[in-house]
């Protein structure tokens, strides 16, 4: 277990954990600003971009040849996704409590809604990792290109959202429509949940 | 006894044509500009017949042209440095590899191009109010619009290429994608919420309007359009110094210097009349003409 921790590749991991958490901070010091919902759904796109680098495995080839399965490797580098989970967990729950003891009240969404915002974060992570499982059965170290495509596909939902008549894909304000985002990241969650399993089979079972 | 010749001018001195040639072929075909392409305009189509094109639709373009095209020219950039050791005994210097990146920048900055040709055409087919122009005259708007769509989509994909230069961590191209979106979105934050609003007028892109639904009107936000235009460009040609220097030979390296400083001090001067030109308080203008100073909330 300490090798495959010293293979897991921490440093792009940090890099966007960390651009995750200078944004967080930024909306804690600004909680009322306008700036506070873009600011968050942009975290949303860095865990996710974090997540997608967790499976680089540049030395596939060595290790793929190792008594010991896919899956239960995978398993092992998924403790790499609980930094940007913890930071994007303990941001939110930072932001909602400041906004609560704010004198000007709640930001421009109203109550921070901590519950929706962790599932979203969750569909978020899962969507990187997945993603990057995926692809991991083509290229051994798909991190970059995943995280492209994923932070890419994210911060143009962010920008413009296509489907804003029929769904609000990153809500944030309890006027939202929250019913149906629930939906959608619940879904996300359980596709992206099948793919990583599926896509962890090792070739011959 | 045999005799020396000097050899044609072509073999001495490879023209850029070729490396432009490829680069650029290579560019209109990497995956992530012919999505982004594909997607600004899909989303451009479907955004004009229902609310009418506006000076705010540049961000479209801005977008999904000039951040898209910001991945690509990084990524490009990025793929020659696995073989540069075998690129560096060829005749064509770095310099030269980079200025042909340079002018391969023009591409998308020609696709934003059409994108503001199309503006106007979409414009003649569903025209605005005159009211909805907020109080800028229509060269004022030129200038928002140009810099919104084709300055941005040069922008972004010098800044890829500078930065593919410079920064070697892997996840730079998200920190850099997530950092223009956050800086962008940071500045355009409303000033009576306690952000600092005058960086909305030195990000690289900005609104110079902006709509309220409920009750209609248009809101002129203050600053001078074509002193943030200049401000745009200054910050181009920067991003192409920084391309450029980097290993550059020391003779190149002394003049990009002396033009990086003047660049610096006419980039400051651009901003500050940007900031300080222009409407200096926003004013918002209703259907019947009248206008009132936006009142702070």
């Given at each position: 277990?300490p090798?495959?921790?010293?293979?897991?590749?921490?440093?792009?991991?940090a890099?966007a954990?960390?651009?995750?958490l200078?944004l967080?901070?930024?909306v804690?010091?600004?909680?009322?600003?306008?700036?506070?919902?873009?600011?968050?759904?942009?975290?949303?796109?860095?865990?996710?971009?974090?997540?997608?680098?967790?499976?680089?495995e540049?030395?596939?080839?060595?290790?793929?040849?190792?008594?010991?399965?896919?899956r239960?490797?995978?398993?092992?580098?998924?403790?790499g996704?609980?930094?940007?989970?913890?930071i994007?967990?303990?941001?939110?729950?930072?932001?909602?409590?400041?906004?609560d003891?704010?004198?000007y009240?709640h930001?421009?969404f109203?109550e921070?809604?901590?519950?929706?915002?962790?599932?979203?974060?969750?569909?978020c992570?899962?969507?990187?990792?997945?993603?990057a499982?995926?692809?991991?059965?083509?290229?051994p170290?798909?991190?970059?290109?995943?995280?492209?495509?994923?932070?890419?596909?994210l911060t143009?939902?962010?920008i413009y959202?296509?489907?804003?008549?029929?769904?609000?894909?990153?809500?944030?304000?309890?006027g939202?429509?929250?019913?149906?985002?629930?939906?959608?990241?619940?879904?996300?969650?359980?596709?992206?949940?099948?793919?990583l399993?599926?896509a962890?089979?090792?070739?011959?079972? | 006894?045999?005799?020396?010749?000097?050899?044609?001018?072509?073999?001495?001195?490879?023209?850029l044509?070729?490396?432009?040639?490829?680069?650029?072929r290579?560019?209109?075909?990497?995956?992530?500009?012919m999505v982004?392409?594909?997607?600004?305009v899909?989303?451009?189509?479907?955004?004009?017949?229902?609310?009418?094109?506006?000076?705010?639709s540049g961000?479209?373009?801005?977008?999904?042209?000039?951040?898209?095209?910001?991945?690509?020219?990084?990524r490009?950039?990025?793929?020659?440095?696995?073989?540069?050791?075998?690129?560096?005994?060829?005749?064509?210097s770095?310099?030269?590899?980079?200025?042909a990146?340079?002018?391969v920048?023009?591409?998308?900055?020609?696709?934003?191009?059409?994108w503001?040709?199309?503006f106007?055409?979409?414009?003649?087919?569903?025209p605005?109010?005159?009211?909805?122009h907020?109080?800028f005259?229509?060269?004022?708007?030129?200038?928002?619009?140009?810099?919104?769509?084709?300055?941005?989509?040069?922008?972004?994909?010098?800044?890829?290429?500078?930065?593919?230069?410079?920064?070697r961590?892997?996840?730079?191209?998200?920190?850099?994608v997530?950092?223009?979106v956050?800086?962008?979105?940071l500045?355009l934050?409303?000033?009576?919420s306690?952000?600092?609003?005058n960086?909305?007028?030195?990000?690289p892109?900005?609104?110079?309007t902006?709509?309220?639904?409920?009750?209609?009107s248009?809101?002129?936000?203050?600053?001078?359009?074509?002193?943030?235009l200049?401000?745009?460009?200054?910050?181009?040609?920067?991003?192409?110094?920084?391309a450029?220097?980097?290993?550059?030979e020391?003779?190149?390296v002394?003049?990009?210097?002396?033009?990086?400083?003047?660049?610096?001090?006419v980039?400051?001067?651009?901003g500050?009349?940007g900031?300080?030109?222009?409407?200096?308080?926003?004013?918002?203008?209703?259907?019947?003409?009248?206008?009132?100073?936006?009142p702070?909330?």
């Open positions: 277990m090798i495959l921790l010293t293979a897991l590749p921490w440093r792009p991991v890099t954990s960390i651009a995750a200078c967080l901070s930024v804690a010091i600004w909680p009322e600003s306008g700036f506070a919902d873009v600011g968050i759904k942009l975290v949303l796109v860095c865990l996710a971009a974090a997540a997608a680098f967790v499976l680089d540049p030395a596939a080839a060595a290790v793929d040849s190792a008594p010991r399965t896919l239960a490797r995978t398993v092992i580098r998924l403790i996704v609980a930094i940007p989970a913890t994007g967990a303990g941001g939110f729950m930072a932001i909602a409590a400041r906004l003891s704010s004198p009240g930001g421009p109203g921070l809604p901590v519950g929706g915002l962790l599932l979203q974060m969750a569909g992570l899962l969507l990187g990792l997945a993603t499982a995926f692809a991991r059965r083509f290229i170290d798909p991190g970059d290109l995943v995280s492209g495509v994923v932070a890419g596909g143009a939902l962010v959202n296509p489907f804003s008549r029929w769904v609000d894909i990153f809500p944030l304000s309890p939202d429509r929250w019913s149906r985002a629930v939906v959608l990241w619940t879904i996300v969650c359980l596709l992206c949940a099948v793919t399993t599926r962890t089979r090792d070739p011959l079972d | 006894m045999s005799t020396l010749t000097a050899a044609p001018r072509e073999f001495r001195q490879p023209t044509r070729p490396l432009v040639l490829i680069e650029a290579r560019f209109v075909r990497h995956p992530a500009f982004g392409l594909t997607a600004c899909v989303f451009t189509a479907m955004t004009a017949p229902k609310a009418g094109p506006d000076a705010n961000f479209l373009a801005a977008f999904f042209i000039g951040v898209f095209s910001l991945v690509v020219t990084y490009q950039t990025r793929s020659t440095r696995s073989s540069r050791e075998a690129l560096d005994a060829s005749p064509t770095v310099t030269r590899r980079v200025a990146m340079c002018i920048c023009l591409v998308p900055a020609g696709f934003g191009v059409l503001l040709a199309s106007y055409v979409t414009q003649q087919i569903w605005l109010e005159p009211w909805m907020g109080s005259s229509r060269a004022d708007e030129f200038a928002i619009l140009f810099g919104q769509s084709v300055v941005a989509c040069l922008g972004g994909p010098i800044a890829g290429m500078a930065a593919a230069r410079w920064l961590f892997r996840g730079a191209v998200l920190v850099l997530v950092g223009t956050g800086v962008v979105a500045g934050t409303d000033s009576d306690g952000a600092p609003m960086i909305r007028l030195l990000t892109f900005t609104f110079f902006s709509n309220n639904i409920n009750p209609a248009e809101d002129s936000l203050p600053g001078s359009p074509w002193w943030y200049a401000w745009l460009l200054t910050l181009c040609a920067f991003g192409v110094i920084a450029l220097l980097r290993g550059a020391p003779p190149l002394r003049q990009l210097k002396v033009a990086g400083t003047v660049g610096l001090v980039a400051l001067s651009c500050m009349l900031l300080t030109g222009g409407l200096d308080q926003a004013m918002r203008i209703f259907p019947d003409g009248h206008s009132i100073v936006r702070v909330r």
